[in-house]
């Protein structure tokens, strides 16, 4: 029975991955997802023969590696001849002919030319069993454990009758969207930034700490395939209804009309137009098209040139980028308090955009461009989304410019600023600054976090401005009247508003952490701390201990949690919107369970990874404890346990082994 469940919790978890990461259509709430998974993780736990190989459990991140395996590919993954003109793809056709020594016209298969980091899937017998990377083409390096996170890529493939050897090749990337939203992480906490998607999605995959790529936004899309075992293809399109039929994501499935097949040089010349027209409106990063024979039998007779297939050609599209002049460089003030220098320009168009600003990062950045205002500058869109300066025009600088320092005092309230050490970041510390007000709010009412829909950034400005608004609570005092006295605020405008407030008073604790904009605290995190603490009272007694048994949590995010629930006015804050009427729900746990009443302390190493034990034990009804006390009912001892032994004896603490507290359970 038991393994009967497991299957269909893989498959119905898998179908959900599907839904939510490849089509962004999810059918069930995050809640409802959660305890799916909750009652997987439980099943494989109890159970630890189960086939955990296609499970989505294995999503979550691996232990860091010391470093990446080099593996060879057992066909090479080829690289492409470029051009930058639609002109090369007559020639490239013209080629075609001339080896095969034909006037008959050519079908070519044309895609989109992702700009991210190519990457060799392997199934055996359908599941994944192995990733690796282009590397040279001959040698690429294994990063298995870093892929497995991305929630698009079928662990097993959707097939009863599932090939030997299936080699799939596709690009991994990161959509525009999540680029914007992972770059404003970077800068918040003092981390460089990427500088293209691209970039970031290389750098994501080659971190040896898998829990990075599980925390980072991933996607990918197949193309093309390598050796296979089993399977027969006549055309390249086929190919990809095959992938479409078996769950590997293809970019046909986010937009059938980005694939075509040209019945000749003249349609594939068309696709390249088109695809240039579409490149601004697509979610992610192209830098050109590929064009490929559409037969395989084609390709075969038409071979290879050194490590490029004659069969293919990229046509790549011009780099969109303009001139124009910096008219000033302002600091902006974000919400943990980072200073953000922001070049604005004249306005100028870049690729159907009109661009009026760029962020400067950091003060390392100015100096490594030398930026000044007044400098004429060559402009584009990092990623066709983010405008950035790639490079000043000093032969046009005018005499007088002078190097741009970032100021030593907050422009918002003047409070002296700080750099810590190892940070890129210049920070204001003073937690009553206006601008950093006006940006926690923002976050604090967010979709993702409290959720006042109808609250927003140019209200909460004006509410800041008016001094309406000073706290979090405030919010929450707000009055019908309050809001009338505002600019462009209306009698049903105002109930809105109010209404949006009142009903976001029933929250999750972990949306609630979330919205506190705790420094380094995002979603996962938020929700990994309400699962271990329970309570919002629970979180605020939170010490060093207790904070590094929550799973992801290290020095130096205890630290900063620390800081902030140890901060007497906004412990109180918290304590104040408890009192205006907000209920945090707490975290749904597995009903009372076995082990209710009963706490527990891990030493030593376990079958199972620590968190996974601390989970089993709190899904089960037990309560994780910090250290060996006279509290204490139970030490669950590995291998090369410490000094909690001997101390537990002292206190009369009853040890078990794993196997034993497993056993608690059944």
């Not at 630890?48 to 991140?61: A, E, I, T, W, Y």
């Not at 003249?266 to 490929?292: C, M, N, Q, W």
């Not at 600091?331 to 943990?336: E, K, M, S, Y």
Request: hydrophobic fraction near 40%.
């Amino acid at each position: 029975m038991s393994k009967k469940r497991h299957e269909e919790l893989k498959k119905i978890i898998s179908e959900h991955d599907y839904n939510y990461h490849m089509l962004d259509r999810p059918t069930i709430s995050d809640q409802e997802y959660d305890l799916l998974f909750e009652e997987l993780l439980r099943l494989e736990l109890r159970e630890p023969d189960l086939d955990k190989s296609d499970s989505p459990s294995q999503r979550v991140g691996a232990a860091p590696l010391v470093f990446f395996e080099k593996v060879s590919h057992r066909r090479p993954m080829l690289s492409l001849s470029n051009s930058y003109s639609p002109v090369d793809i007559v020639s490239f056709d013209e080629r075609v002919k001339k080896i095969l020594n034909s006037t008959d016209e050519i079908e070519y298969f044309a895609e989109p030319k992702f700009d991210g980091l190519s990457i060799e899937l392997i199934y055996e017998n359908g599941i994944l069993t192995r990733a690796l990377t282009r590397g040279d083409g001959s040698l690429g390096e294994d990063v298995t454990q870093n892929v497995k996170t991305i929630k698009s890529i079928p662990l097993k493939l959707k097939t009863p009758s599932p090939p030997r050897l299936l080699e799939v090749r596709g690009e991994i990337l990161i959509f525009k969207k999540d680029f914007e939203k992972l770059n404003s992480q970077q800068q918040e906490n003092g981390q460089q930034t990427f500088a293209n998607p691209r970039n970031a999605a290389a750098g994501t995959i080659r971190q040896l700490d898998s829990k990075i790529a599980s925390s980072r936004p991933l996607k990918f899309f197949a193309y093309a395939i390598g050796e296979t075992e089993g399977l027969v293809f006549e055309k390249q399109d086929q190919l990809g209804e095959y992938f479409s039929n078996v769950g590997i994501p293809t970019v046909s499935l986010l937009h059938p009309g980005l694939v075509r097949v040209c019945k000749n040089a003249s349609e594939a010349v068309s696709y390249y137009h088109f695809i240039e027209t579409e490149r601004p409106r697509l979610p992610f990063d192209i830098d050109g098209i590929v064009i490929k024979a559409n037969s395989f039998r084609l390709q075969d007779d038409l071979g290879l040139v050194a490590r490029s297939p004659r069969w293919a050609t990229a046509a790549k599209f011009k780099p969109q980028q303009a001139e124009t002049t910096i008219e000033n460089i302002v600091v902006q003030v974000g919400r943990t308090g980072a200073l953000t220098p922001v070049a604005i320009m004249s306005p100028v168009k870049v690729g159907g955009v009109t661009i009026t600003n760029a962020t400067l990062h950091n003060q390392e950045e100015i100096d490594r461009k030398d930026v000044r205002i007044g400098d004429s500058v060559i402009v584009q869109r990092a990623g066709d989304v983010i405008p950035e300066i790639v490079q000043v025009i000093l032969q046009k600088r005018p005499k007088s410019t002078q190097p741009f320092v970032i100021p030593s005092h907050c422009p918002s309230c003047l409070t002296a600023v700080q750099k810590l050490e190892g940070e890129v970041i210049t920070r204001c510390t003073n937690p009553l600054c206006q601008a950093i007000l006006k940006e926690s709010l923002k976050h604090f009412v967010s979709r993702r976090a409290m959720n006042l829909d109808k609250v927003g950034d140019r209200l909460i400005e004006s509410l800041v401005d008016k001094k309406l608004v000073t706290k979090f609570s405030d919010l929450y005092r707000l009055s019908k009247q309050d809001l009338l006295t505002l600019d462009r605020q209306g009698d049903k405008s105002a109930e809105n508003v109010i209404k949006s407030i009142h009903s976001s008073k029933k929250t999750s604790l972990a949306r609630f952490i979330f919205a506190l904009g705790i420094r380094f605290v995002g979603e996962q995190t938020a929700k990994h701390l309400a699962d271990h603490f329970g309570t919002i009272e629970n979180f605020l007694d939170a010490t060093e201990e207790s904070l590094l048994l929550v799973p992801e949590i290290g020095n130096k995010v205890a630290q900063a949690i620390l800081a902030w629930i140890s901060n007497p006015k906004l412990a109180n804050e918290v304590r104040a919107l408890i009192s205006l009427g907000l209920e945090i729900a707490a975290p749904q746990r597995a009903a009372v369970g076995e082990l209710a009443g009963k706490s527990f302390l891990i030493t030593g190493t376990l079958e199972v990874k620590r968190d996974a034990a601390k989970d089993f034990i709190e899904k089960n009804g037990g309560k994780i404890l910090g250290s060996v006390s006279s509290k204490l009912n139970y030490l669950v001892v590995g291998e090369d346990p410490g000094s909690k032994v001997e101390k537990a004896e002292s206190l009369g603490v009853k040890i078990i082994s794993w196997e034993e507290l497993i056993k608690m359970t059944k």
